[in-house]
């Protein structure tokens, strides 16, 4: 079983930075399909970005609204990278990574994932 540790949320101004990681317990992770979602108050948990690898390649994918200013990335180790840039006051929530462990699903939606974090607060004050 693996557990997912997120880490980095915090309280920033409108137009800061924060990084946001999420640590794998388990070196299998590296083979997974990772995701980060978020949650604000009253919202339903949405996608946010997502990255596979699939043969030599790796593949990213991102929510039209952050597009351009998240970054996920992965390091060698076990740990998933949420770079995120140009915050804005809609972008607070509670930001969550998850693992997926099955080839073929929908990378962009919550049924996709096996494995979940406890999950991460961001707020952004305008």
């Known amino acids: 079983q693996v557990q997912l540790v997120e880490s980095g949320g915090g309280l920033v101004q409108a137009g800061g930075s924060l990084r946001l990681a999420c640590a794998a317990s388990?070196?299998?992770?590296?083979?997974?399909?990772m995701g980060w979602f978020r949650q604000a108050p009253g919202k339903e948990r949405e996608f946010v970005a997502r990255?596979?690898?699939?043969?030599?390649?790796?593949?990213y994918g991102y929510a039209d609204s952050v597009k351009g200013r998240f970054t996920i990335s992965r390091d060698n180790e076990n740990t998933v990278y949420l770079q995120m840039n140009s915050l804005k006051p809609e972008d607070t929530a509670t930001y969550y990574c998850?693992?997926?462990?099955?080839?073929?699903?929908?990378?962009?939606?919550?049924?996709?994932?096996?494995?979940w974090g406890q999950g991460t607060q961001v707020i952004v004050s305008s």
């Open positions: 998850a693992a997926s462990i099955t080839f073929g699903v929908d990378l962009r939606s919550t049924s996709g994932y096996t494995y």
């Open positions: 990255l596979s690898r699939i043969g030599g390649s790796t593949w």
């Open positions: 388990d070196r299998t992770f590296r083979s997974y399909a």
